[in-house]
């Protein structure tokens, strides 16, 4: 049968489960310093007696913890610590956000009970919950970027671009937003979420570019009669161009009079292996994908002739009926 002390206490626990906002006379209930731990952690929650304490527990918001040595939480990450006789201590394992909130060390000492209340404060790391997949659009098109983290305190986002060109901060914040993007906007964009719990978290998102084929370099060739000569150019595209060669309305193909036309990715060679006085003259190579088409002019020319290699590399000279029967056919194959 529990006598009068007894008695008081565990009225006194009842009351702190049932009114935790209720507190003890004047000088009967102090706060201690709020205790901060990451998820996942261990948490100590610490409490002072002496000699004249008879009795003493551990409660949370709505749950008896622990009476003495007494054990009445299920929870089994909740354990109490023989530490020192001073010292009526609580450790709680792989701390997570459910352990948050306010915990209360009560006593009794001379029949008057008297309470120790600590605030358990849990962080989460940043992490992010969800991101945008890879994103192929055509030059001149709008594009979204989404990111979403979570963590505690609040995490921040940063968005940042990585390309060829170089590394450059875009943008602050969950969302991305690129009005007429180009191809210069191509590449990788991270979001890094961080709140300084933890190593940031970072996720990628790749961005194509999708745009019509773009002649950058074309070079013509001096050689003699008898000797190899090597036409070549080359063309930006995404997707990647289809080359094609031309002298005049004429198209050449691959081994037809012991000529080779060779591509390598971004470029394309057309090699004469043995040159006549008939190969000599103006080229074109022609450059096509999905989204368009484009050429240029090269020159195969004997030694001493006269020439401009620049204004003919940059001069088309495939006849327009030629350029719309090309990419006519082009889009044709792709059904």
Not at 129 to 155: F, Q
């Amino acid at each position: 049968m529990c006598n009068p002390a007894c008695f008081i206490f565990t009225v006194w626990l009842i009351a702190l489960l049932v009114y935790p906002g209720v507190p003890a006379r004047s000088g009967d209930s102090y706060l201690k310093d709020n205790i901060t731990v990451r998820q996942g952690d261990s948490a100590v929650l610490k409490c002072s007696v002496d000699n004249k304490v008879s009795r003493v527990a551990w409660l949370n918001r709505t749950t008896i913890l622990f009476t003495g040595n007494e054990k009445w939480s299920l929870d089994p990450r909740v354990v109490l610590l023989n530490t020192a006789v001073n010292e009526y201590s609580i450790k709680i394992l792989n701390v997570n956000l459910y352990d948050e909130g306010p915990y209360v060390c009560s006593i009794l000492t001379n029949k008057k009970p008297e309470s120790t209340k600590v605030h358990l404060i849990v962080q989460v790391p940043a992490r992010i919950v969800n991101v945008s997949t890879d994103v192929s659009v055509n030059e001149g098109s709008n594009v979204s970027l989404m990111c979403l983290a979570i963590g505690r305190p609040e995490p921040s986002i940063l968005w940042k671009f990585r390309s060829s060109k170089g590394n450059r901060i875009v943008t602050e914040g969950e969302y991305v937003e690129m009005t007429g993007i180009t191809k210069d906007m191509s590449g990788s964009y991270d979001c890094i979420t961080s709140n300084d719990i933890s190593p940031p978290d970072v996720r990628t998102v790749q961005v194509t570019v999708n745009y019509p084929p773009v002649i950058s370099r074309a070079r013509s060739t001096g050689t003699a009669v008898g000797q190899k000569g090597v036409l070549w150019c080359e063309a930006s595209a995404v997707p990647l161009a289809d080359f094609q060669w031309f002298k005049g309305e004429r198209r050449i193909l691959n081994g037809f009079n012991g000529v080779k036309i060779e591509n390598k990715g971004k470029q394309s060679m057309l090699t004469f292996f043995n040159v006549s006085e008939e190969d000599y003259g103006n080229y074109t190579c022609v450059a096509i994908n999905t989204l368009g088409i484009t050429n240029a002019s090269i020159i195969l020319y004997g030694p001493g002739a006269i020439h401009d290699v620049n204004n003919a590399a940059l001069s088309p000279t495939c006849s327009l009926l030629l350029l719309t029967l090309l990419l006519t056919l082009s889009l044709l194959s792709k059904f």
